[in-house]
């Protein structure tokens, strides 16, 4: 799945149970969200539609596609390791003040994980 929301939304362990097989997700090692979707339905068109279900059981954790310009990792994991793209989780802080005319300002603080922000004027 192209977002981790989407990967969350499903109980992957209780399919690996009920399948008595792993469950593999795809990664991106240039992509990640929703621009990843071109990268996938590029795999399901020529590699996963081409290989017969015997070939594709085979398929095993840390197997990489080659996708165009992109390369797709397949992994057990629901996390994405270390070199594949990931997503950015942002956090919002709105601050408001008054400036020296007394107008009443906003300033928007979007943060990612680095912990970096960035201000911009609403």
């Not at 969200?33 to 954790?61: M, T, W, Y």
């Not at 950015?88 to 990612?112: H, K, P, W």
Request: charged residues 25%; glycine residues 8%; positive net charge.
């Amino acid at each position: 799945m192209g977002e981790d929301s989407y990967r969350k939304l499903i109980s992957w362990d209780a399919i690996r149970k009920a399948t008595d097989r792993n469950v593999l997700h795809c990664y991106s090692k240039q992509f990640a969200g929703a621009d990843i979707l071109p990268s996938l339905g590029v795999l399901a068109h020529e590699f996963l539609a081409d290989n017969s279900r015997q070939e594709l059981v085979k398929i095993g954790s840390g197997h990489i596609e080659k996708v165009g310009n992109d390369e797709i990792v397949f992994s057990i994991s629901q996390n994405p390791g270390i070199g594949i793209a990931r997503e950015i989780s942002e956090q919002v802080a709105i601050v408001s003040f008054n400036d020296r005319m007394g107008r009443t300002q906003y300033l928007a603080f979007l943060g990612c994980r680095c912990s970096r922000y960035k201000a911009q004027r609403l």
